[in-house]
């Protein structure tokens, strides 16, 4: 049995439809139809040939996955960093795939599909813009832009040369958040007003703090090229390695976590829109290291129909936790359980505010309501019944999903959920709270001159 493969217990519980609520476990859902835990046989006609260019710590993971997404070749990989040519090659499995410094070759060739770029989040826009005039589909790492503005050259960039894209959150194309979308469109939460995510993690890596590798020099890297428009300055390791600490190639907590809660979030509540105005605050505490931006931060977002609240705290392994707050009930992801929880708003005699009644009134009023209500099952058994928790499968990896996704999409040519428009949306979340942030001012949306004001 493959390690994604149901027990015949799990798959009664699913393929019944007999989802039934349980408090002792949770159920485990069935993989989709695409993924690498159920593929669908794809045409040999049907291959896609796609390079990557970016194949650093997540370029090396996309390329890992995508063997085992069927129907996929990797043809060519890219990077500045030349040791990483062979981690590249070693993670798709094939020494022999061609490697290259310069992305522009790779958008040359006539045999490449699709790109994937897992390239600083500085680099995406002018790569996904060279890319889709090339005629590649993207598929492009979140956060899709480092700027407002780069955003919407993108989304235009796509348009224009009509490309399937599709940004890098995963989450979008997992089945435990398809289960939990698919609950909040159900109604069963009630109107949603409030919903809270954090994303915690204590320790050096989790800060971004990663060894720098003892062969990277100036000879080993490309450093003009990796600077790209950000200032030029001399050669320095820490930049290249931990650029996630500065602002001119990442977004901090924002760009790198934010992201994947708001790209979540949109996903299950079905809001593909920019969040109204933010408000941040936060800190560097604990890691003082020359880093640009905080260790912890917290922000709330305006939505039409909700608010948002969310923090990302790099001094505390809180790990990762999305919660809707519905008049009916409550749904909670903690990191890979999703857990639906009904309110119970059953009626029920007041009982607080009649304390200040005389006895006679107060109990002339139960009488009236107890004829007027007939007798509900006990409280504790009506709500533990109606519980509902869901887990994934052993061994589930969304990112195989994500990828199939978008690789199908190439082959169909229609648009994924994640699209420009999707991912420029999210993004632009994480750049409204780093404006609140950095200004320490609340960061309105100006959706007329698409840009963010001081509020
Ligand atoms: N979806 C996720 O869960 C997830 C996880 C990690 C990282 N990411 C995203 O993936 C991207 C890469 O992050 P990482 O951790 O792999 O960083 P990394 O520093 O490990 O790797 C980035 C690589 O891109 C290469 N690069 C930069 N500009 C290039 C160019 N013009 N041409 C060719 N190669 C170029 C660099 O040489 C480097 O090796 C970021 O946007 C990050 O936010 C997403």
Not at 348 to 368: F, I, N, V
Not at 435 to 453: L, P, R
Request: aromatic share 10%; net charge negative; hydrophobic share 35%.
């Amino acid at each position: 049995m493959s390690k994604n493969s149901l027990t015949r217990r799990q798959f009664i519980h699913i393929g019944t439809g007999a989802l039934a609520a349980t408090t002792v476990g949770a159920n485990v859902l069935q993989p989709h139809l695409l993924s690498a835990a159920a593929p669908r046989p794809v045409a040999p006609s049907d291959t896609v040939r796609f390079a990557s260019i970016g194949t650093g710590i997540r370029g090396c993971e996309l390329l890992k996955a995508s063997t085992q997404v069927p129907g996929v070749e990797c043809v060519a990989v890219c990077d500045l960093y030349d040791s990483r040519h062979m981690a590249a090659q070693e993670a798709v499995g094939n020494p022999n795939v061609p490697a290259t410094r310069d992305y522009r070759s790779i958008l040359d060739r006539k045999d490449v599909d699709a790109v994937i770029i897992a390239a600083m989040d500085h680099q995406h826009s002018h790569i996904f813009q060279d890319a889709c005039a090339a005629g590649k589909d993207v598929y492009c790492e979140k956060p899709m832009s480092h700027t407002v503005e780069e955003g919407f050259a993108m989304v235009e960039a796509a348009h224009k040369a009509n490309r399937i894209v599709q940004i890098g959150s995963q989450r979008v194309s997992s089945i435990l958040y398809a289960k939990a979308k698919e609950i909040y469109d159900s109604g069963k939460l009630g109107q949603v007003t409030a919903i809270q995510a954090y994303w915690d993690r204590n320790s050096p890596s989790g800060a971004w703090v990663y060894p720098i590798p003892p062969d990277a020099s100036e000879k080993t890297i490309d450093w003009v090229a990796f600077l790209g428009s950000a200032p030029k300055r001399p050669y320095d390791p820490v930049r290249f390695f931990r650029w996630r600490c500065f602002t001119d190639y990442g977004e901090g907590l924002g760009g790198d976590l934010f992201v994947h809660l708001i790209s979540g979030i949109h996903y299950i509540s079905g809001t593909n829109t920019i969040a109204e105005r933010a408000q941040s605050s936060g800190g560097l505490f604990h890691f003082k290291d020359g880093r640009e931006f905080p260790d912890l931060i917290e922000t709330i977002y305006d939505y039409p129909n909700f608010r948002v609240s969310l923090r990302c705290n790099l001094n505390n392994d809180g790990g990762e936790f999305i919660a809707f707050y519905g008049t009916q009930g409550s749904l909670i992801i903690k990191d890979s359980t999703l857990t639906f929880k009904p309110e119970d708003t059953r009626p029920r005699p007041e009982g607080y505010s009649t304390g200040g009644w005389p006895r006679a009134l107060r109990e002339q009023y139960l009488k009236q309501w107890h004829e007027e209500h007939p007798p509900t099952p006990a409280l504790a058994s009506h709500v533990d019944e109606l519980e509902e928790s869901y887990t994934v499968p052993a061994g589930y990896s969304d990112v195989v999903d994500h990828e199939a996704n978008f690789f199908n999409a190439v082959r169909t040519r229609k648009p994924v959920t994640e699209n420009e428009m999707f991912g420029n949306h999210a993004a632009i979340g994480c750049h409204l709270a780093n404006y609140a942030y950095f200004n320490k001012s609340i960061a309105v949306w100006d959706g007329t001159t698409k840009k963010i004001v001081k509020g």
